[in-house]
């Protein structure tokens, strides 16, 4: 099915309102993206040019700086959402719950939601198997929480033109990847719908970091430039705003900051509400019942 089959076109503008369940203008969801990069494959992302050119592997200052922000990033992250109070969203590939079980466990600590996020980070075009893949995703994370995931974030939000199928066959009930409203939406499959929540491309740190390359504090700036237009928008009907981070990106020394200092900015406003992704789910599916 073509991606425009799944959906109707529906503007914002003139939808039933949607209210949040204690009156809140909107939700806010943070999602902190755990990952396995393979250190025998060429880096797909590289903070260091290889000196001769190429692509070299194995390729070490670029894998140890992916896994700096498992060792000591996430870290520093954690610390930062339990300053402000704000329950996370941890988007993660099935191996890297294996890889990194002191994450997994501090997440779940914490009552963190786990979203599958691909076995490995790798673009579900080029994964051999697809269904494997998520079935393998939802083992690892079942296995560590002792819940299957509800939700699904495709490494580097890409999937086939299967993928929403699959999921629904496999019991997920929401997705990540269509970064196309500010409310959840449903999109057709081959059985029944599944529900898409809102998520970012530009309130990102992989697009701001490395692809645009602003300096750190562009992360606070722009969020708050996000969150005051969805705020004013949100008077009517309710909006949802996703905060996309990476360990290895802001959480870094010099990148932290910045992203704690967003927090404190949206928790400063008693009106909006952090939610995790199935909170937003349950609460869509509850306002939209007659």
Known sequence: MRPSERLEYDPIEGRPALRLPAGERMAVWVIVNVETWSDTDPMPRTVLTPPAGGIPAPDVPNWAWHEYGNRVG?????EAMDRQEVTGTLAINGQAVIHYPQ???AAQDRGWEFVG??????????????????QATTKA?????????RG?????????WETPDILVEEGYEYVCDWVLDDQPVELATRTSPIVNI?????CNDVAMMLIQH???REYFQRAVDQFDQLYKDSADPARVMALVVHPYIMGVPHRLRYF???????RAHRDVAFMTGEQILDWYRDARRP
Do not use: C, S
């Open 74 to 78: 996430v870290w520093r992250m954690i």
């Open 141 to 149: 994370i079942e296995t560590a929480t002792g819940r299957r995931p």
């Open 260 to 266: 704690e200092q967003a927090l404190q900015h949206i």
């Open 198 to 202: 809102p998520y970012t491309q530009e």
């Open 117 to 134: 996020h691909g076995f490995t980070q790798k673009n579900m075009q080029k994964v051999e198997d697809e269904r494997a893949d998520i």
């Open 152 to 160: 699904w974030l495709g490494p580097g939000l890409t999937e086939t």
């Open 103 to 105: 994450i997994a466990k």
């Open 214 to 216: 602003h300096p750190a």
